[in-house]
């Protein structure tokens, strides 16, 4: 399961099409059944809480979204504005 603290509403609306789409699911809260937290530029609380939780791995937002099979499902100009 993912949980995400991006910097725009864009990106997290983009990130959870393109997670459900691969058949992940998307939390809206931290707990003990998160395996990832995607943040962005300010993650805030999200992050912090997932610093008690040893097994959940944080992902960078660009680093999720430059990965090839993620970066099919946007524009030239989405990536750009990553």
Do not use: N
Request: proline letters at 2%.
């Amino acid at each position: 399961m993912f949980l995400q603290a991006l910097s725009t509403e864009l990106h997290g609306k983009k990130a959870t099409q393109i997670i459900e789409h691969y058949g992940g699911r998307v939390k809206g809260g931290m707990s003990g059944f998160i395996d990832y937290l995607i943040v962005g530029d300010k993650p805030g609380i999200k992050l912090q809480k997932a610093k008690y939780h040893p097994f959940v791995r944080i992902i960078q937002q660009k680093e999720f979204f430059k990965d090839e099979r993620i970066s099919e499902f946007l524009s030239k100009e989405e990536l750009e504005s990553i």
